[in-house]
């Protein structure tokens, strides 16, 4: 009983439906790892065509998405070795001045400051990133379209409904539906807990 | 005096910075009678603030169609 239950709910891969599902959570995933968009680009692409080269070695124990997340998290682990290996860039250089008065505390003023709350900001935000690229994925098709637009791509009310064919009181029913909808959904998973 | 609608829609503007001087004023005045949309307004804001401080990227179209072409052609 057990065993064809996990059987009918098995995950398959869709590769067709990647780009328009995984692109964009994929994408910020890399962004913020990488901080460079080109870059970033380059390995969703790569993650992509990772994932069809091995899709037959997909057993379907994950979701689509995690194991695409896990092919990506190796692209960028291999493209900070790639640099890494460069002749000269793995040194480790510590500028510091040559200032005779600050010779005796360098160890000190490299220490990490352990009330320091800066460092975590940078991380905390890249799971921000995730979590609402998550609630977005979650929307119904035309709201994650409009609200993409709207706040993400910073697009103008007239372009956008230009471009979607619908009037501007249309679009904002559509943005505050999305709005709401994302209210709701960060509230379960990015306030909680 | 404006309805709950009409302060929902104005307070989105107000999110994009699309609101006229005469909407917010509006706005304003209704938000002090009205504990609904005062409460949506608060959230709404930190929304706002929340999908800025996360920088958020996205991949345009155009991008995006190429690596459909690119996934087609290796499949």
Redesign the interface.
Known sequence: MVSTSINMTKNQLNPTSWVDQYADYLFNYAVARVSDAEIAKDLVQETFLAGLKSAKNFQGAATERTWLIAILKRKVIDYYRKINSKKGKAEVRINYSSQSDSAGDWLEENVADPFSTLENDQIENAELGQAIQECISKLPKKQSAVFVMKTIRGLSTEDICNELGINPSNLWVMVHRARTNLMGCLNENWFKL | MINCEKA??IC??K??K?ATFLEQIQLGFHLLYCKTCAAFSK??KK?TI??D????????EQ??EK??V???H??
């Open positions: 929902s829609t989105n503007k999110q994009y699309e959230k709404n929304l929340l999908c401080k996360a920088n958020l990227h996205n991949l345009s991008e995006k690596m459909k690119t996934i087609e290796n499949s």
